[in-house]
């Protein structure tokens, strides 16, 4: 067992190291850049810590304690603020997200730097720190990180639901990968909560089932470095957020557009279409709001919100639909026999086969396949 546990430990160090030096080398580094760095660096505190547990290196195991019992506290709100940093400008995200951080520097002070000091000294007024009460609070920390998992798998979806307000191909932009490593935490979080559980009831192992969920961490860590390193970063605008609220009180309220709003986004509509119509801009797989508000001659903002509140629908699913109704043409064109289904689907705007497959279905009601098929 020690040998697995070793090789795991072993691998882990040198691969986190690596991804420590591959950011650490990125010139103007942005923001996530700088999260994953203190991310990663806590996380080779907490591997390398296991391992000088599992070979008894004393002075290694005094120099990382603190950064190993404060990591869940801390690892939770910095997830939290990562996820918000691949979306929003830096501006203030920082300062404005330190009050998450709180409760780790009560931890620190109050549990994790009183347990050092008393371990080495014996100070009989810190020896609460060795209490049935602090070692349940210590125990318990997951559920903490859990929370802050759940809010971060929330604020990723909102987030993601706006992004299809201003890009009409996501491809760039899959965060898809966030979600399972976010999903995957949750996982391993409930496996080490589980095992408290079992313990509680039925007696304590006879080794450390910290390890398991550090093998998991590692395993999971890979797979954070795979994708995080060179992720793309999506800035959404500001007025997304407005538009959102503003669509959320006119819908709880059940207002009507004004009958001065409503002629001038009919004009804008009727302008959109004959745009859409005539000049196909949704062939252009890097079409984005922006793009399209200056064809027409207005703001994103505007063409957002006539897009929300007088059509309702979002700027991704209507420049994919006149993409699948440009596919379906397409068809049944005899130039266009020799082509498959997914170099057609290109020549129309899309650029990912899944992105097209689930659009596809979503408009038409049949894959790609069947639709040929059936027409």
Not at 28 to 33: N, S
Not at 82 to 94: N, P, W
Not at 143 to 153: D, G, K, V
Request: glycine share 4%.
């Amino acid at each position: 067992m020690n040998l697995i546990l070793d090789f795991f430990l072993v691998g882990g160090v040198f691969i986190i190291a690596i991804v420590l030096i591959q950011l650490l080398k990125i010139k103007d580094k942005e923001l996530p850049q700088k999260i994953l760095i203190v991310l990663f660096a806590l996380l080779w505190c907490v591997n390398t810590y296991f391992y000088a547990l599992l070979h008894d290196i004393i002075w290694l195991i005094q120099f990382l304690f603190l950064p190993n019992d404060i990591t869940k506290t801390i690892l939770g709100p910095l997830l939290f603020l990562y996820v918000k940093s691949l979306f929003l400008k830096e501006d203030s995200l920082v300062n404005n997200s330190l009050v998450h951080f709180i409760p780790a520097l009560l931890f620190a002070c109050v549990i994790t730097i009183p347990t050092i000091i008393f371990n080495n000294s014996r100070i009989d007024a810190l020896a609460y720190t060795h209490t049935d009460f602090i070692r349940l609070i210590i125990r318990i920390d997951s559920l903490y990180f859990l929370l802050y998992l759940f809010l971060s798998l929330r604020l990723l979806s909102k987030y993601r639901k706006l992004t299809k307000h201003k890009y009409s191909n996501l491809t760039r932009y899959d965060f898809n990968w966030i979600k399972i490593m976010l999903i995957s935490a949750i996982c391993i979080l409930c496996l080490d909560m589980g095992i408290i559980v079992f313990e509680y009831f039925f007696g304590n192992f006879h080794w450390n089932t910290d390890y398991v969920s550090v093998i998991a961490m590692i395993i999971l860590v890979i797979y954070l470095g795979y994708y995080g390193v060179n992720q793309s970063k999506v800035l959404l605008p500001s007025f997304l957020f407005d538009s959102e609220i503003k669509h959320k009180v006119n819908k709880l309220e059940n207002k009507t557009i004004s009958p001065v709003k409503r002629a001038e986004f009919e004009a804008l509509k009727n302008r959109l279409e004959l745009l859409l119509g005539t000049d196909q801009p949704y062939l252009d797989q890097d079409l984005t709001l922006g793009k399209l508000a200056q064809k027409i001659s207005t703001t994103d903002k505007i063409l957002s919100t006539m897009l929300n509140q007088y059509m309702s629908t979002t700027f991704y699913d209507l420049i994919n639909k006149y993409r699948v109704q440009a596919v379906k043409e397409k068809l049944d064109l005899e130039e266009y026999k020799s082509y498959n289904l997914f170099g057609i689907a290109c020549e129309c705007g899309f650029k990912s086969r899944t992105s097209f497959n689930r659009i596809f279905k979503k408009e038409t009601g049949l894959s790609p396949s069947g639709y040929k098929k059936v027409y």
